[in-house]
């Protein structure tokens, strides 16, 4: 089985930060891989798709990058309607990463 | 506008069965496959399985396999999630959702979730 490991677990960061969350695969998963957010209570939103393409409607301080193992969600300048939890997934197989929770700081 | 319309929030004992249910409109239902995600209380997502309305076709996450049975009923454009014998570990909240296009898929769109408890 796949593994997809998030950093960090729990983030801490100001209204116009710049944030970056990181998603590891446990063995190559070419750019198959999925952002979402999620605010309590509410279904997931997809975000990014096939690693970098933004959703449509999804704004574009949302981008994602890498392939293989190694990928990352960022949040060019942190708006208050951001702080919630970030899932990546490898939808290739369905796995998702365990969450990470953007708090305000 | 795509919309996935769960059934509403369930409280049962365990040892019950249950069959919770996602309509589909908006869309051709049997044209896009619809999957089922949980998610337990105050933890992540899990994907469970995925089936394809059209030819019935379906896929279940190995975690999964055997303790759930995922079915659609193409006429009336709905997808259900059913549980034989419910144990309190299912207590927990259930999103339908569509990939994008094939099985293996993001999930574009999302049911409202739909909330089973399982408590004696």
């Known amino acids: 089985d796949i593994q997809m490991t998030q950093s960090p677990s729990t983030l801490s960061a100001s209204v116009g930060d710049r944030v970056t969350i990181t998603c590891r695969a446990s063995?190559?998963?070419?750019?198959?891989l999925a952002w979402y957010q999620q605010k309590p209570g509410k279904a997931p939103k997809l975000l990014i798709y096939?690693?970098?393409s933004l959703e449509s409607g999804v704004p574009s301080r949302f981008s994602g990058s890498g392939s293989g193992t190694e990928f990352t969600l960022t949040i060019s300048s942190l708006q208050p309607d951001d702080f919630a939890t970030y899932y990546c997934?490898?939808?290739?197989?369905?796995?998702f990463g365990q969450g990470t929770k953007v708090e305000i700081k | 506008e795509v919309q996935l319309v769960q059934s509403g929030a369930e409280v049962k004992k365990p040892g019950e069965s249950l069959k919770i249910s996602c309509k589909g409109s908006?869309?051709?239902?049997?044209?896009?496959?619809i999957g089922w995600v949980r998610q337990m209380p105050g933890k992540g997502l899990e994907w469970m399985g995925i089936?394809?309305?059209?030819?019935?076709?379906?896929r279940y996450s190995p975690s999964f396999q055997g303790q759930v049975t995922i079915s659609a009923d193409k006429s009336i454009s709905t997808a259900y999630l059913q549980w034989s014998s419910l144990k309190a570990s299912d207590t927990a909240m259930y999103y339908c959702?569509?990939?994008?296009?094939?099985?293996?898929?993001?999930?574009?769109?999302w049911g409202q979730g739909t909330l089973v408890t399982v408590s004696s």
């Open positions: 089936i394809y309305p059209g030819d019935s076709d379906t």
């Open positions: 997934q490898q939808y290739n197989r369905g796995t």
């Open positions: 063995q190559s998963i070419s750019s198959w």
């Open positions: 959702a569509r990939p994008k296009d094939t099985a293996m898929a993001p999930f574009d769109y």
């Open positions: 096939k690693a970098s």
């Open positions: 908006g869309y051709s239902f049997t044209s896009y496959w």
